[in-house]
């Protein structure tokens, strides 16, 4: 099976990141699904930005702190809030996050099935106990597991037995952490394999060769392209 194309930030390199705009363009050129970052304003809603400050309209002079901002003041400077992006373009693929702020993964959890897509909703955190924490919370949500090499056990074998027993989904490096054998091993314990920053072609061929299971991109056509041509040239069968 082909491995799910996720737009980094959205289309990032067509519209700012993490936006209703570059989301929909995303999903208009062809990827299968999104990524996006994930905190909790100060009213308690679940909205998409990658840092814990939104730069103000007086050239990035000043940052709105997230936390301490409410949803409806961060929109107008163009932080949606997760249901917006369900409003405006439905539930109808992948949608991996990068839980920034732990406080945000229960609510976003509840907004995921509550829409309809908790089977297509990947929680992304480098903390591992905070997996094991919410995963009797996260009933079909996604979880996985993103960090670096640097970050995990020598024995990577025991670290996939050890997702495993705890029910995480994925595991998501660098791309140029993982190897061929690497991607078999941690599937060997029923573990996904996610590459992020794959932005060259070779690189995306590479990791289709290695048989990983999800990409993440900022080239989305490139990525969907390139995806594409590796499946029509697969043999049959």
Same mark, same amino acid.
């Given at each position: 099976?082909?491995?799910?194309?996720?737009?980094?930030?959205?289309?990032?390199?067509?519209?700012?990141?993490?936006?209703?705009?570059?989301?929909?363009?995303?999903?208009?050129?062809? #990827?299968?699904?999104?990524?996006?970052?994930?905190?909790?304003?100060?009213?308690?809603?679940?909205?998409?930005?990658?840092?814990?400050?939104?730069?103000?309209?007086?050239?990035?002079?000043?940052?709105?702190?997230?936390?301490?901002?409410?949803?409806?003041?961060?929109?107008?400077?163009?932080?949606?809030?997760?249901?917006?992006?369900?409003?405006?373009?439905?539930?109808?693929?992948?949608?991996?996050?990068?839980?920034?702020?732990?406080?945000?993964?229960?609510?976003?959890?509840?907004?995921?099935?509550?829409?309809?897509?908790?089977?297509?909703?990947?929680?992304?955190?480098?903390?591992?106990?905070?997996?094991?924490?919410?995963?009797?919370?996260?009933?079909?949500?996604?979880?996985?597991?993103?960090?670096?090499?640097?970050?995990?056990?020598?024995?990577?074998?025991?670290?996939?037995?050890?997702?495993?027993?705890?029910?995480?989904? #994925?595991?998501?490096?660098?791309?140029?952490?993982?190897?061929?054998?690497?991607? #078999?091993?941690?599937?060997?314990?029923?573990?996904?394999?996610?590459?992020?920053?794959?932005?060259?072609?070779?690189?995306?061929?590479?990791?289709?060769?290695?048989?990983?299971?999800?990409?993440?991109?900022?080239?989305?056509?490139?990525?969907?392209?390139?995806?594409?041509?590796?499946?029509?040239?697969?043999?049959?069968?």
């Amino acid at each position: 099976m082909a491995p799910i194309t996720f737009a980094h930030r959205g289309a990032r390199l067509l519209h700012p990141e993490n936006t209703l705009p570059a989301f929909r363009a995303g999903l208009a050129h062809g #990827a299968r699904g999104l990524e996006s970052d994930a905190w909790l304003s100060a009213d308690g809603q679940v909205v998409l930005t990658h840092d814990a400050g939104v730069r103000g309209p007086l050239f990035g002079l000043w940052k709105l702190r997230v936390h301490d901002t409410r949803a409806d003041r961060l929109t107008r400077h163009g932080v949606p809030r997760l249901v917006d992006l369900y409003t405006e373009l439905g539930a109808d693929y992948d949608l991996s996050i990068d839980v920034k702020d732990p406080a945000a993964a229960r609510p976003l959890v509840a907004l995921a099935r509550s829409h309809g897509a908790p089977a297509r909703t990947w929680l992304c955190s480098p903390d591992l106990d905070a997996l094991r924490d919410l995963r009797p919370d996260a009933g079909d949500v996604r979880l996985v597991h993103s960090t670096v090499r640097r970050r995990l056990p020598d024995s990577l074998e025991r670290h996939a037995a050890d997702l495993a027993d705890a029910r995480v989904d #994925a595991m998501n490096l660098h791309h140029t952490e993982w190897t061929k054998g690497l991607v #078999a091993l941690f599937h060997r314990f029923g573990i996904l394999a996610f590459a992020w920053d794959v932005q060259e072609v070779r690189h995306l061929r590479a990791m289709l060769s290695y048989g990983v299971d999800g990409l993440y991109s900022d080239h989305v056509e490139r990525m969907v392209a390139v995806v594409a041509e590796w499946g029509s040239a697969a043999p049959a069968g």
